[in-house]
């Protein structure tokens, strides 16, 4: 059974950086697509960045310069690091990888920019 276990989340200052990582286990699958999205209260999940089994990078416009994905083929890991964080990037913040029509998600990892 495929699982992605996200870690990394947790409270940090205005201006201040976090990592997350997830974790893919249960599976040999090389997933096409990999990505985190997050979801703050009261509002819809958002894509936040992805990236292809090639490599391509996309990112949402709120945190394009700041944010970075990246992935680790042989690991089976994705990982965000976010730099310049700001209070409206407080959310649960949830990896999912996709192989062809299906998609796999984590669990979530908390994130609050907060002084």
């Known amino acids: 059974q495929v699982q992605l276990v996200e870690s990394g989340g947790g409270l940090v200052q205005p201006g201040g950086s976090l990592r997350l990582s997830c974790a893919i286990s249960g599976t040999t699958f090389v997933f096409n697509a990999m990505y985190w999205y997050r979801q703050a209260p009261g509002k819809e999940r958002e894509l936040v960045a992805s990236?292809?089994?090639?490599?391509?990078?996309n990112y949402g416009d709120s945190v394009k310069g700041r944010f970075t994905i990246f992935r680790d083929n042989p690991k089976n890991t994705v990982s965000l690091q976010m730099n310049s964080l700001k209070p409206e990037d407080t959310a649960v913040y949830y990896c999912k990888a996709q192989r062809f029509s299906s998609n796999y998600w984590g669990q979530g990892t908390q994130v609050t920019v907060s002084s």
């Open positions: 990236i292809t089994i090639g490599g391509i990078t």
